[in-house]
């Protein structure tokens, strides 16, 4: 058995989170890299969610406003699609940043 490929042959759903949003930030090149490393590979279909471009609050609630509803709309259904995830992430004092605590 193909641990890669779901068995109906389809490929795997990959989410890719870019979760710096920081001016300068060095992540796009890693993404870049990743999304270069998976390009060819006809086993993966790769979507990049890139916290930065993604506007998400800060905080979760249980009655979100309007606007983290219409943020939250656009990156949800990208994440409920995917099969795995892959997390590219900065160190932010010995821990991860922020826009990914959400």
Known sequence: MDLTTPENGAPLKLAVILSSNREGRFG???????????????????????????????ALSYRPGSAARAALAKVSPKLSAADAFVVLTPEYNHSFPPPSRV
Do not use: E, H, K, N
Request: charged residues 30%.
């Open 28 to 58: 796009p090149v890693i993404a870049d890299w990743f999304l270069s490393r998976t390009a060819g590979r006809d086993d993966f279909a790769v979507d990049l969610i890139d916290l930065a471009d993604a506007d998400l609050p800060t």
